[in-house]
């Protein structure tokens, strides 16, 4: 079964550059999920989509923007990276958006970009 | 604010024993409650999960065990094998709003 396909799987920028990451998520899911992972931490939810609405923000920094294209893949563009930027970060999909029973809305994840900033 | 408290936040298991993981939540909006588990440098898996209604679910050694009226839930894991070594984290849903709890890295010693 298709997974949710993230790209590139490892990054290394310096300070101050900026970087993309993709996401492409299940093939017919409409939701799209950023999060970031720092070194033993709980993933931090970042950004959702639905239907290439932003439909939710969580604690993304305002160097950070994403969006969601007409195939429904996502893209997460950081700008003026900072060492804090370093962590892993993980795109998630779902089908249903904010109205469906929360079981179809469980989260299919990515296997994540690891992002390097020196 | 962390919607959903999850223990203990590292736990150690001989092979064959039981792992008890427990969360607890405040928001009684929320109506489903997925768990995941997560190897080194991988994504989070949905390992099972349940809905409020349910006391009780089980997925062969995995069973998760609700109480709603305490607002608590838990994952047990039977017969512990060291390949169940990971991260586990519990989760709360409320339509498209997720809210992962703070993990619990559970080792499993031969």
């Known amino acids: 079964a298709a997974g949710v396909i993230q790209s590139p799987r490892h990054l290394i920028k310096e300070k101050r550059e900026t970087a993309t990451l993709k996401c492409y998520p299940i093939?017919?899911?409409?939701?799209v999920y950023w999060y970031q992972q720092g070194p033993g931490q709980d993933p931090q939810f970042l950004i959702s989509f639905y239907e290439k609405m932003q439909s939710d923000k969580g604690s993304i920094p305002d160097r950070f923007s994403a969006q969601q294209f007409s195939d429904y893949h996502s893209e997460l563009n950081m700008s003026s990276l900072e060492l804090g930027d370093s962590a892993l970060y993980f795109c998630?999909?779902?089908?249903?958006?904010?109205?469906?029973?929360?079981?179809?809305?469980?989260?299919?994840f990515g296997a994540g970009s690891r992002l390097t900033v020196l | 604010q962390q919607q959903v408290k999850q223990s203990p936040q590292s736990l150690i298991v001989q092979k064959g024993g039981i792992s008890i993981i427990n969360c607890a939540y405040e928001?009684?909006?929320?109506?489903?409650f997925p768990w995941y588990q997560q190897f080194p440098g991988k994504g989070p898996a949905l390992l099972i999960a349940i809905r409020p209604d349910v006391s009780e679910k089980k997925e062969g050694r995995f069973t998760i065990s609700f109480n709603k009226s305490a607002k608590q839930f838990s994952l047990h894991i039977m017969d512990s094998q060291p390949g169940d070594s990971a991260t586990y984290f519990c989760?709360?849903?409320?339509?498209?709003?997720?809210?992962f709890g703070t993990g619990t890295s559970l080792t499993v010693i031969p």
């Open positions: 989760a709360a849903m409320r339509g498209n709003q997720f809210y």
């Open positions: 093939p017919r899911h409409d939701t």
């Open positions: 998630a999909s779902s089908l249903g958006g904010p109205y469906i029973s929360s079981g179809a809305n469980v989260l299919t």
């Open positions: 928001n009684t909006a929320f109506d489903y």
